[in-house]
């Protein structure tokens, strides 16, 4: 069953009206004049950043002393994960509350369906006043009604400064989205790390070309630090640090090859998180209680009074349900609750990625100890420019003539079996595909109908739903597609049949579209 979202933003105030009982415009309406009762809000999201690519998670070459110095300051949060691999999706569902497919936005470069609600126009309602600075790349604008703040200037504060200043004791909601560490890493001190001296990540292949774009990268995480930084000296500044819930996340993972972003292994959907609030959250903390973005939206709105699970989304699920995907997850932050989730999920989209060639569609659900992947189209070819052209993988296609263990390696980017299953205990590298082995049959059986469960709640109809990719962009992004389109007639695509959804048979008429040029 396909998800259609509808519905004014009048008709989803019927479900915002009360917050325990309590009129919610009612109990802000004095909030200028009285002392703040509800804390600010700000989530710092990276961009494109591993999630062991930190100090406070063990990298010890990476300097991030502001970060380190804010997991030291509140909990660090082990086991949170996004739903999806590329910035568009992730922040949607950053946003939400909503996993990709039931809000629309699944492919990258993506518009949520119609009716949506974020957070922000939520949060707006209840009297917060809500911004966005840096990186958007969300849409339509009806759904993420945020003042924008220094949108060409990420390393601006000076509006930052006015914004949190504006109106004593009104809350704010801010995002603050870095630009940082997306490519092409060219920001940041560039000469802080030698790439002779670096040690090189197990998963990455070590030559001198990665080396020196490792050294880049990293360089660019000290950027991203320096804005934490600032942005945590400005809360002390103006004397707003102990009403501040601040929530960090590092996005997906690197645009290396193997570092993550486009693909569903943990170096792709694991994200360094912290959360700090001065006098609720206890400095120092941890915690491993599985937890995902679109759980982010609920917790914002638990600690600023709102009852999430009142709140309409603007889209039912596949079963009619309007209420968010995502749940508070306060009592883990102030420490009544050690366990949330018993899984999360993610999807991966490849139709409408910069250099696409074929269907490439990837749905995973894991656990605390087990992830199992369903690749729906594994007998076509996995190429997209960000992993398979261009350095550092053209480098290693070369060491890889006399190298057939890296050759391998190369090959796993592009083809890749139906089924994987991991033991991230034994093998948090994901090196290792245990799918079919008989002592994990019944895992395997488990986490399979766990996900075909979530798929048909969230209304995905596998491979049906990667040919629909293009419709669920921006305006501006299908057009450039259709364009290319149109210019070069390719092949049609070949899926794994037996992976539509679920292990039903692929209906005859699911057929991929003709192939856009690479753009």
């Known amino acids: 069953m396909k998800v259609r979202c509808a519905g004014s933003a009048a008709s989803v105030g019927v479900f915002l009206t009360c917050v325990i009982g309590v009129p919610i415009m009612a109990a802000r309406s004095g909030l200028a004049a009285e002392p703040q009762q509800f804390p600010n809000l700000l989530l710092i999201v990276a961009d494109d950043a591993t999630w062991s690519d930190f100090g406070f998670t063990g990298n010890r070459e990476v300097r991030t002393p502001n970060l380190d110095r804010l997991a030291s300051e509140g909990m660090q949060l082990t086991r ?4 999806a691999t590329t910035c568009s999706p992730t922040r949607h569902a950053l946003y939400t509350g909503l996993f990709p497919v039931r809000s629309g936005a699944y492919p990258n470069h ?9 957070m922000f126009g939520v949060l707006a309602e209840a009297g917060y006043r809500v911004a966005l600075q840096g990186k958007e790349h969300v849409a339509p604008r009806a ?27 009104q809350p704010w909601l801010l995002v603050f989205a870095s630009h940082d560490p997306h490519g092409p890493h060219d920001r940041g001190p560039q000469d802080l790390h030698d790439p002779a001296t670096l040690s090189v990540p197990a998963y990455l292949h070590d030559n001198a070309v990665t080396r020196r774009q490792l050294a880049s990268y990293f360089a660019e995480i000290n950027q991203l630090d320096w804005q934490v930084g600032q942005l945590m000296a400005l809360l002390d500044d ?78 039912p699920d596949a079963a009619g349900s309007r209420a968010m995907d995502g749940r508070s997850f306060l009592e883990v932050l102030t420490g009544g609750q050690t366990a949330f989730r018993d899984v999360v999920f993610a999807q991966h989209t490849t139709v409408g990625i910069n250099g696409y060639r074929e269907p490439y569609p990837m749905r995973a659900v894991r656990d605390a100890r087990f992830k199992y992947i369903r690749n729906l ?21 070369e060491d890889a003539k006399t190298d057939p263990a890296l050759a391998r390696r190369i090959e796993w980017l592009s083809h890749r079996p139906a089924e994987e299953l991991y033991d991230l205990e034994a093998d948090p590298l994901e090196a290792r595909n245990l799918a079919g082995a008989p002592p994990l049959a019944d895992v395997q059986r488990r986490l399979s109908a766990a996900l075909d469960e979530w798929m048909t709640q969230q209304g995905d109809e596998g491979l049906a739903t990667e040919l629909e990719a293009l419709d669920h962009q921006t305006d501006k992004r299908r057009a450039k597609h259709e364009e290319a389109a149109a210019r070069e007639k390719r092949p049609r ?14 209906p005859a008429a699911h057929r991929a579209r003709p192939r856009p040029a690479r753009v």
């Open 143 to 169: 759904s993420f009604p945020y003042e924008r703040l220094s949108r060409n200037d990420i390393d601006d504060f000076g509006p930052t400064r006015k914004f949190v200043t504006r109106q004593a004791g």
């Open 110 to 118: 993506a518009q949520a369906r119609s009716g949506v609600r974020s």
């Open 493 to 506: 695509a070949t899926p794994s049949p037996q992976y539509h959804r679920g292990t039903s048979p692929r």
């Open 377 to 397: 189209a594994a007998d076509n070819e996995y190429a997209i420019s960000g992993i398979h052209q261009g350095q550092p993988i053209e480098s290693w296609r």
């Open 80 to 83: 949170m994960f996004t739903p």
């Open 238 to 315: 103006v004397g707003q640090a102990s009403d501040t819930l601040v929530v960090f996340v590092s996005e997906q993972g690197s645009s290396l090859p193997y570092g993550g972003k486009w693909s569903v292994y943990d170096n792709g959907i694991r994200a360094a998180s912290i959360a700090r609030w001065p006098g609720r959250i206890a400095a120092g903390t941890t915690s491993s209680a599985l937890l995902s973005y679109v759980d982010i939206p609920a917790t914002f709105l638990a600690a600023a009074g709102i009852d999430p699970a009142a709140v309409d989304s603007g889209c």
